[in-house]
């Protein structure tokens, strides 16, 4: 019998860990070497010029993001993942918006994109018992698209979004971090398809996109609908649109992405929304991705965003 220990008789296969992720349910897989990120430079002076608004955790937390070895010790490789979420838009009975991202019945991504990993942390130990490996979703500070474009999963497009070439952006992101060394995808990252198109820049209704890859948090409405705690401004809640959560334009307008809108009726009118208590909330939506903004902040989001958009509807 193998000792716990000793090394696997099973050696690294990249095409069946690829079989396996794809059995999961993720749209693509690509390894790439543990060594510091492609734009890292890029990243740090964004952080200098303070465009990352008040989310103070990316500053805190950026000489993690120099190097994986900084998240796992003797890290060989990154395995980037991406999962396919639903393009179709989630609103209320009376047709106010949250983002696909959001995908209100189910729990949290973080969760289930976690959950979906485990087996494949099963297949990584059968390789080698020894190993160490870490699952890395989107709030664990490493520079994700970065890594999926050195991997080949896709490309970053000019609202910084990774485009999966064949489906678009609609994608979560998800990194395995392993001390098995395992050959890379790519010997140089895929081609930028965007081309000459600027749709995404001069569709953002806040101008957080003032360029290509030029980006601020602080205009930008996924930040001020969730993550900041400020209310929503006159300005900010006319431009969302009737969106009170999160933003999807740049990725609408997007030609890798469907063109058709197609909404989704799962959340319940604006009213009901404006009269739940904690309890209420928790019991709807206390897994769901609207727990990360909290009732407070979802509430004072509508009660901005419902007399410009009411004013809109009637012409």
Not at 38 to 44: G, N, Q, R, W
Not at 152 to 163: A, D, H, P, Q, Y
Not at 171 to 179: A, M, N, R, W, Y
Request: with cysteine; aromatic share 8%.
């Amino acid at each position: 019998m193998m000792r716990e220990d000793s090394p696997s008789r099973n050696p690294p296969d990249r095409a069946v860990f690829e079989r396996k992720a794809k059995e999961l349910g993720f749209l693509r897989v690509g390894f790439s070497p543990a060594e510091a990120p492609p734009h890292l430079d890029a990243f740090l002076e964004w952080i200098a010029a303070g465009r990352h608004a008040g989310m103070h955790w990316m500053a805190s937390h950026a000489d993690l993001r120099r190097h994986p070895a900084a998240l796992l010790e003797g890290c060989r490789t990154v395995i980037s993942l991406a999962y396919p979420y639903s393009p179709r838009k989630p609103v209320t009975t009376d047709r106010f918006e949250a983002a696909r991202f959001t995908e209100p019945r189910l729990p949290d991504y973080h969760d289930r994109l976690r959950k979906h990993a485990r087996p494949l942390l099963d297949l990584l130990r059968s390789w080698d018992p020894r190993s160490r490996n870490r699952i890395c979703v989107d709030s664990a500070p490493i520079l994700e698209r970065s890594f999926a474009l050195r991997a080949g999963v896709g490309f970053i497009g000019k609202n910084n979004l990774l485009i999966v070439p064949g489906y678009g952006s609609y994608v979560f992101l998800l990194e395995i971090l392993t001390t098995i060394p395992l050959k890379p995808t790519l010997s140089t990252p895929p081609k930028d398809h965007c081309g000459p198109c600027n749709r995404c820049i001069e569709a953002c209704p806040s101008g957080a996109l003032s360029g290509p890859r030029l980006f601020d948090a602080s205009l930008c409405l996924s930040y001020r609908t969730i993550e900041c705690r400020d209310p929503l401004g006159a300005d900010a809640a006319e431009a969302a649109s009737g969106c009170f959560f999160g933003c999807d334009v740049c990725q609408e307008v997007c030609p890798f992405n469907p063109i058709a809108v197609t909404e989704d009726p799962c959340l319940p009118d604006a009213a009901d929304i404006l009269a739940m208590d904690a309890e209420a909330f928790a019991t709807r939506f206390g897994t769901s991705a609207f727990a990360r903004a909290g009732l407070e902040k979802i509430k004072g989001n509508l009660l901005a965003v419902m007399p410009s958009e009411s004013a809109r509807r009637r012409g």
